[in-house]
């Protein structure tokens, strides 16, 4: 069991190993979309890479998110695999959002035997989630709705 400082110590280490391994600009909040952003997530379960819709306005997160969800096959025959959608995710504050993300368990940040692993699957999924914005991001971004 490691105490807060050398757990924060320890997940320092980890993001900057990664970045030294993986040197590169991720896209993460420069979607050009107000509260739409991909995210890197590790614990001490599992890796994940996350696409989090936070907007305010409920209406505009949905048609975010379903603009995603009408993309489903594409994304998940040509780019990641495995992914989980859901329209309303209660993160532990108990704001809901919208969250599409793919995970990798058994994995734990606290092990540095599977640091490797994990920066192999950030760097896997993250690199194939940005390819399809890349790719699609004109239509996601094209939001018509009446508010």
């Known amino acids: 069991m490691y105490s807060k400082e050398e757990a924060q110590r320890l997940k320092r280490e980890f ?3 990664f970045a030294e391994k993986y040197p590169r600009k991720w896209i993460l909040y420069d979607t050009k979309i107000k509260d739409f952003s991909f995210k ?6 599992k890796a994940q890479v996350i696409i989090d819709i936070e907007h305010r306005n409920d209406d505009k997160r949905i ?3 379903e603009k ?3 993309l489903k096959s594409i994304l ?4 990641v695999k495995d992914l989980v959608f859901e329209k309303n995710f209660t993160l532990e504050s108990g704001k809901t959002i919208s969250r599409v993300w793919v ?3 058994q994995l734990s940040i606290s092990n540095r035997a599977h640091w490797d692993a994990i920066f192999d699957f950030f760097y896997k999924k993250m690199n194939a989630l940005e390819m399809f914005y890349w790719e699609y991001g004109d239509y996601i971004r094209d939001l018509e709705i009446n508010t």
């Open 15 to 17: 993001w900057i190993e």
């Open 40 to 45: 890197f997530f590790a614990d001490n379960k």
């Open 63 to 65: 048609v975010y998110f």
């Open 68 to 70: 995603l969800e009408s």
């Open 76 to 79: 998940e025959d040509e780019f």
């Open 103 to 105: 995970e990798k368990l």
